[in-house]
């Protein structure tokens, strides 16, 4: 069984930075898509950052410039570090991770460990319980 969990959430105030850590057990995140997902409460679960297995990222909008996605394929290890948060970061986060085989997802086939361009939860296989981030003004 697959399993995601995440660390390094917590309280910063606006400006500052924290970075997230996802760790993956039977997944070799080498070869898979990743994402980093954030829900606010009453609000949609939403995507923030994904990484393919040749290390190509995608970002949400709202996040460009100041939020990056990585990953240590050593460590399988999955990363978000975030700068100049805002309030309106606040979020639980949530890391996922796609099974790697070829699928079809908006009418277009992908490899296994491809990610299609902006992935949205449907995209994903693998959850992990998330990690609070919480920034005051």
């Known amino acids: 069984q697959v399993q995601l969990v995440e660390s390094g959430g917590g309280s910063v105030q606006a400006g500052g930075s924290l970075r997230l850590s996802c760790a993956a057990s039977?997944?070799?995140?080498?070869?898979?898509?990743m994402g980093w997902f954030r829900q606010a409460p009453g609000k949609e679960r939403e995507a923030v950052a994904a990484i393919d297995s040749d290390g190509g990222t995608g970002y949400d909008d709202s996040v460009k410039g100041r939020f990056t996605i990585s990953k240590d394929n050593a460590e399988n290890t999955l990363y978000l570090q975030m700068n100049s948060l805002k309030p309106e970061d606040t979020a639980m986060y949530y890391c996922a991770a796609a099974a790697v085989y070829t699928r079809k997802y908006g009418g277009r086939y992908y490899a296994g460990g491809r990610c299609p361009d902006r992935p949205g939860r449907e995209w994903y296989d693998y959850w992990g319980q998330g990690t609070q981030v919480t920034v005051s003004s």
């Open positions: 039977r997944l070799a995140n080498s070869n898979a898509c």
